[in-house]
């Protein structure tokens, strides 16, 4: 599982938002580098460039951050095993 956090100028809001973005890896391989013969085929399917995800958009409640949904529950294990996209955004208090 990748997780990529990165934060976000907004011209629309007039500032900046915290953006953490959770990706499947652990099906995937690249495909690239030495592949043994004698090693069993480890069932994973090859990364292609522009490949695409389904995405789930995730609000968290008041008074967190966006991290909240990584740090208290199962989420990337349930996106690993379904191959979706998380996107988790904050929103501050905005209820």
Do not use: W
Not at 35 to 63: A, I, N, T, W
Request: proline letters at 7%.
């Amino acid at each position: 599982m990748g997780l990529l956090r990165m934060q976000y100028r907004s011209e629309l809001l007039s500032l900046s938002t915290n953006i953490t973005v959770c990706y499947p890896t652990g099906a995937l391989t690249t495909g690239l580098g030495y592949k043994d013969p004698l090693l069993p085929e480890s069932g994973k399917r090859p990364y292609r460039p522009g490949m695409k995800f389904q995405v789930v958009y995730l609000l968290h409640g008041g008074g967190e951050d966006d991290t909240v949904p990584y740090r208290y529950t199962r989420l990337e294990r349930y996106a690993e095993d379904n191959q979706v996209m998380l996107v988790t955004p904050s929103v501050n208090d905005s209820f």
